[in-house]
């Protein structure tokens, strides 16, 4: 408990953080109700997300400004006109970016804060939303009428564990926990405690019930036919049948369920603090001779928004390692990473970087007439065999075309079925090596080679003593 109060301390935004943000928020909103009104469009900036709920941490700087337009303009509308008021706003601010997800908005910087601006409508309740958008400000208003301000001094506590533990953020690139979905969390538990003792006894799938007043029966069997990937079900209290973890990866919830209980059994500010793990890149090189770890780099020239490219690359990260199996390479483990500007690395570890020059291929026993005619014209051209085993099988011997994982990957590169924003470049492949290392850390990705190589998040030193 002590380690929990003390990192309490150390999360909670101070006054001067609130002040700064109060004061953004003022600013930009002024400009964009000058922006509107002088287009004659009646609109209501608010602010939504983790700064609405009052769940946000010390130290974070992202305010989400929902705007809202009346629900007489179209889609088509609001994303040209309603967007093109946020854009003019957004120029008379400071920098700003154009980004989308599945939805235009601006982000735009001042005073060291981030502010996304969003073009939202305002609909009088979930069942009537237009766009994804729509839903956020129902979400703020379920949170501020259930939350305590203790319970959001917990939700502050999860999310920084999950910060640590690597689970939180619902984008591809982590496919994790939702700041929504931890508010959930806390709502229906309470204390950070409970939540990661239920975790503890999570089985996977799990169902959460954040409704009331349902069949939950019924309803689990809804959920799952909606969505029957998901690993994780936790309806959205505003609009039940949407699964708030819908994206959350086995491997994510694998990792929540264990770092829970690695927490409850030795609690430590280590799970409130990532710390890169203390090697030099030499040490970390060092760590991959006598091992096959191979790394392909893609340059990325006009890189798409981020939750598209990193799906990119994931889908290839899959292909590769099947194309690799499918010529007897056993791939042990994968990953991707990207700094999602102008470079991407897919790595692969196999248990041999050199597989046998000859494959061996068995086919029938002699007696299985028809089949034992095909192999021996099938397999004539071999380098050596047909011959017959002591099990009384046909065999034969054929020379691969390539037996180093380089090669083959080189080989293979046009078959890896690059996504469009990869397409036109093939990527470069080496086995690691000091100097691919040292640009991976340039670029930003050592914290992420280090896992890899090393094969143990930091905080799993805690659950082995
Ligand atoms: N996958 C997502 C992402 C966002 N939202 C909505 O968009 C709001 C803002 O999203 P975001 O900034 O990602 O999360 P926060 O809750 O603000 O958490 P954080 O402290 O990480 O910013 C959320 O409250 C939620 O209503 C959502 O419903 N589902
Ligand atoms: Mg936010």
Redesign the pocket.
């Known amino acids: 408990m002590d380690v929990e109060k003390k990192v309490l301390e150390m999360l909670k935004p101070k006054r001067e953080e609130y002040e700064l943000i109060e004061n953004v928020y003022k600013k930009i909103a002024e400009k964009i109700e000058e922006k509107a009104s002088s287009s004659g469009i009646q609109v209501e900036v608010t602010l ?4 609405a ?1 009052d ?3 010390s130290g ?1 700087r ?1 305010l ?1 400004i929902f705007v809202l337009f009346p629900l007489t303009m179209t889609l088509e509308e609001l994303r040209a006109k309603g967007f093109n008021i946020l854009l003019e706003a957004a120029k008379e601010i400071g920098r700003y970016e154009l980004r989308f997800a599945e939805h235009p908005y601006v982000r735009v910087f001042l005073n060291g804060v981030e502010a ?1 601006l969003v073009p939202a409508f305002k609909v009088p309740d979930p069942g009537k939303i237009v766009s ?2 729509d ?2 400000p129902f ?2 208003e379920y ?1 501020n009428k259930t939350l305590t301000p203790e319970d959001k001094d917990q939700v502050r506590l999860l ?1 920084k564990f999950m910060k640590t533990i690597g689970v ?3 984008e591809l690139k982590t496919k994790g926990f ?3 979905a931890v ?1 959930l969390l806390v709502a229906k538990y309470k204390s950070f405690r409970k939540i990661l003792e239920e975790a503890s006894n999570w089985e996977i799938p799990i169902f959460i019930n954040t409704l009331e007043n349902v069949d939950w029966e019924v309803f689990k069997k809804k959920l799952r036919r909606k969505y029957p990937d998901s690993v994780i079900y936790m309806p ?1 209290p505003v609009d039940p049948l949407r699964n ?1 973890t819908a ?1 959350v990866s086995l491997k994510t919830l694998s990792t929540f369920i264990l770092g829970a209980r690695c927490y409850l059994n030795s609690p430590s500010i280590d799970f409130f603090n990532a710390k890169p793990q203390p090697i030099s890149i030499d040490e970390v090189v060092k760590h991959s001779t006598n091992r096959c770890l191979v790394v392909l780099k893609y340059t990325l020239s006009d890189p798409p928004p981020p939750d598209v490219l990193w799906g990119e690359l994931q889908r290839v990260e899959t292909n590769v390692v099947n194309l690799l199996n499918n010529r007897d390479f056993e791939i042990m483990d994968s990953s991707t990473w990207t700094n999602e500007k102008d470079v991407a690395y897919i790595i692969l570890e196999a248990s041999l970087c050199s597989i046998p020059e000859y494959k061996l291929y068995i086919g029938p026993r002699v007696t299985v007439r028809e089949r034992s005619e095909s192999f021996i014209s099938k397999h004539s051209q071999n380098e050596y065999g047909p011959w017959i085993g002591k099990d009384g099988r046909l065999r034969s011997l054929r020379k691969r075309r390539t037996y180093s994982i380089v090669d083959a990957l080189r080989e293979l590169a046009s078959e890896y079925n690059s996504p469009p924003h990869l397409k036109p470049i093939t990527p470069s492949v080496s086995r690691l090596h000091l100097e691919i290392a040292e640009e991976i850390v340039e670029k930003g990705g050592y914290a992420w080679l280090v896992e890899f190589v090393l094969k143990k998040p930091s905080w799993m030193a805690k659950c082995t003593g």
């Open positions: 939504q997300g983790s700064i709920h769940t946000w941490l974070d992202d989400d996304d994804a958008v839903r956020t979400h703020t949170i999310k939180y953020g619902a939702s700041g929504y508010e959205d708030v994206n």
